[in-house]
């Protein structure tokens, strides 16, 4: 103990040394936008460290019991069983996806190909959805070419123009195929004929 006096002793005549000093020539020094200078902090500092000591504990005295042991059940072979998961196929109300359903079905008409008997719902489903009657036939045949050709009665699309503006003003010129390609063909044929007489004509008439 008189060794540990003798340590804060000289510690707080050290620091009061220093801080003299430092006061002496800090007194003016910036506070760095604190309230005290480097110097005061310096000098709190120091006498901080001087009275720094051994700290008690804070749990001196306090007692810790042990911990209570597991509580076990005296037959295990009795125990309640967990309870199964809700979200299961094993749930009778679980739902049954489009895709598990056509592979159960198919998986079924296989095991089932040699049973006369046995009719497969995918192939009624099928037979059921193709079988169109002749006006039905023709109804849809008749809507796909209009598809087709653009020429179905009412707007569709965003795309697609207003009906008025699907009329033709003058009826008769559907009809008008134009001139014939033959005629044009002919016709460009003659005028580069024309033209290239008078290119090789023309060399010669400044002397005339």
């Keep these: 103990m008189r060794a ?3 340590v804060r002793v000289g510690v707080s005549l050290a620091a009061l040394v220093v801080g003299c000093g430092a006061m002496s020539g800090c007194l ?4 760095y936008g604190t309230d005290k200078t480097a110097g005061v902090q310096l000098l709190d500092d120091l006498g901080d460290i001087a009275s720094v ?3 008690t504990p804070k749990d001196k005295g306090v007692k810790y019991p042990n911990r209570p042991g597991l509580v076990v059940g005296g037959d295990k072979d009795t125990l309640t069983a967990p309870q199964q998961s809700l979200a299961s196929k094993d749930n009778p109300a679980w ?3 489009p895709e598990d359903a ?5 998986t079924e008409a296989d095991e089932k190909k040699n049973d006369v008997n046995y009719r497969s719902p995918l ?10 009657s002749e006006a039905q036939q023709t109804a849809a045949y008749r809507a796909a070419r209009q598809d ?5 009665d009412q ?3 965003l795309i697609d123009p207003p009906q008025g503006y699907r009329q033709v003003a003058d009826q008769a010129a559907l009809n008008d195929l134009g001139e014939p390609e033959s005629k044009k063909e002919k016709k460009r044929k003659k005028d580069a004929e024309a033209a290239q007489q008078t290119s090789n004509s023309s060399w010669w008439k400044p002397f005339q």
Excluded: V
């Design 4 to 6: 540990m006096h003798k």
């Design 28 to 31: 003016s020094s910036p506070t």
């Design 53 to 55: 000591s051994a700290a």
């Design 95 to 97: 739902l049954e996806s």
């Design 102 to 106: 056509r592979k159960r079905l198919a």
């Design 123 to 132: 192939a009624q489903a099928d037979s059921s959805k193709n079988h169109m």
């Design 148 to 152: 087709q050709a653009g020429t179905y």
């Design 155 to 157: 707007r569709r699309y």
